[in-house]
């Protein structure tokens, strides 16, 4: 179609040219002629320019589903990752863990999926070869069209760092530096630029609503204020992924559902993938989209929820703001 357009376009911009000049060399009579001629040439032209804005703004704009009329991304056409038979096995003595055998799953862009199971079940270490922790005795692991099982030890540091955010049960905060600087620490292992570190520290703090604890150390905040501070340093980077491994571990049930409800928000703004694992199912059957059940290394269920709606989580707490903490304090 552009090879088509843009030819037409700078014939019809020749044509315009050249009958621009005939206006000016002729007399009146021919004159009158030679501009209808031009109005004609120049219509034609501003007809195909008006056709290639048309094109190009299809090519940027995303895809409209026929039944919502709602926008629909192309990239949420293709999996965030997708695992095919994949295995993960340690030798112990003479006797061999199947930690994870032959799981195979797709995760489509912009889920978030929960992975339930008993402690031993494997779902911890399925989310740490999808993460670029681990890597697989068998299978395959794609995601954005790479095998990650195939990726060399400094392409997967790569993957973790420019495509994923970690969160774990412990918060991991260094105790000697500030909010800040903890959560400005991926910047300066991704060598991103000194002036563009503020904004971006800024805007990951504004998300989980911390920005007024920027210059606290871990000790003098909260669990949950510390988890929140682990989710912001793990939004940085800005990833397309999320992972969380017991997000809520360490925390009382409400500051837990303040948690989840934060994830969920952040995932709703960003259009953010999130995997997480969990033991508690009644918050997973609220906050995510999807459950899947392992046990003895192997998915043994998965089903659909009911997923967010603000009626549902009404009664859940929100994160408290930093302002709202002050007051408190």
Known sequence: MRRILYPLLRRAGQASAQSSLAVGNERQGPRIQAGTCLLQVRGLRN???????VFLRANSMPLMTEAAGQPHAETSLEPAIQIEHVSRHYAMGEESIRAVDDVSLMVPSGEFLALLGSSGSGKSTLLNLMAGLD????????????NLAELSSLELARYRRNTVGMVFQSFNLLPRMTLEENVELPLRLAEVERG????RIHEALERVRLTKRMSHRPSELSGGEQQRTAIARALVNRPKILFADEPTGNLDSATGEAILTLLREIQASMGM??????????????????????????????????????????????APSSEDQGARQ
């Open 47 to 53: 007809l195909l320019l008006r056709l290639y804005v």
């Open 273 to 318: 993938t999130i995997v997480m694992v969990t033991h508690e199912r009644h918050l997973a059957e609220r906050f995510a989209d999807r459950l899947l059940t392992m046990g003895d290394g192997k998915l043994l269920s998965s089903a659909a929820t009911a997923g967010y709606s603000p009626a549902s989580l009404a009664s859940a707490p929100s």
């Open 196 to 199: 563009e570190r503020g904004a």
């Open 135 to 146: 890597r697989p005795t068998g299978g395959r692991i794609l995601s954005g069209g790479r």
